[in-house]
């Protein structure tokens, strides 16, 4: 699949719980990033990395771990999470300065 | 500080109605300023730019620096522009889009 693709769609975890959300593209972009969207709140970015190298970091708390071992992928690694942290985890990647963001269908997380 | 604001949450019109979807931002200097609309069931996506000054699907947006606005306009809605639309600022720096998005308005055309 050509564009941005986030896996797994959907996830449900419990607060003890370790998993990994996993953005791939294949578009030969330079920037990754992610974004959270909650209910009721603006998509706020969480962390943008350009050629691999993490160079935005929006004060999220450490239970989220960015990962980006090369410019095609990314990911999201998730641990002791709270209920508040239940969202969408868009994905997004852009080419040079200037350039657009293409995002991913997003990943519908739920913390129980 | 950088800040979109989108003050409708809904905007419900008929079929061939006009259309104009407000953004306002707040940012100290040149900013980029982009739409982008995801419709039911698929991804976000871009409709425009400001520096294309070119009209997607029969929307223009011409940004304003003295009111700080870059509204989305539309002079006859059409069902299939039912979507959410967010409007998004990008600061001119950094070497990548550090998108800041609105908290976006879904607009509804009914027949």
């Known amino acids: 699949e050509t564009g941005v693709t986030q896996t797994p769609r959907h996830l449900v975890m419990g607060m003890t719980n370790k998993k990994s959300l996993k953005c791939e593209q294949h578009l030969g972009h330079n920037a990754m990033y992610w974004y959270k969207q909650s209910a009721k709140k603006p998509l706020e970015l969480m962390f943008v990395y350009n050629f691999k190298e993490q160079t935005e970091n929006n004060s999220v708390p450490s239970r989220f771990s960015p990962e980006c071992p090369n410019s095609s992928h990314l990911f999201l690694h998730l641990h002791t999470l709270q209920p508040e942290d239940s969202a969408l985890y868009l994905c997004?990647?852009?080419?040079?300065?200037?350039?657009?963001?293409?995002f991913g269908n997003g990943t519908r997380l739920t913390v129980t | 500080a950088q800040r979109v604001t989108q003050p409708e949450k809904l905007l419900s019109v008929f079929k061939g109605a006009p259309v104009e979807l407000k953004c306002n931002y707040s940012y100290s200097g040149s900013p980029e300023l982009f739409w982008y609309v995801q419709y039911s069931r698929q991804r976000l996506q871009l409709l425009l730019r400001?520096?294309s000054r070119e009209s997607i699907k029969g929307f223009t947006a011409d940004l304003n620096k003295g009111e700080t606005s870059f509204h989305l306009k539309k002079p006859f809605a059409q069902e299939e522009d039912s979507a959410m639309y967010y409007c998004?600022?990008?600061?001119?720096?950094?070497?990548?889009?550090?998108?800041?998005f609105g908290a976006g308005t879904r607009l509804a055309v009914h027949p």
């Open positions: 997004a990647s852009s080419p040079d300065f200037g350039e657009p963001l293409h």
């Open positions: 998004a600022l990008s600061p001119l720096s950094g070497g990548y889009n550090k998108l800041i």
């Open positions: 400001h520096i």
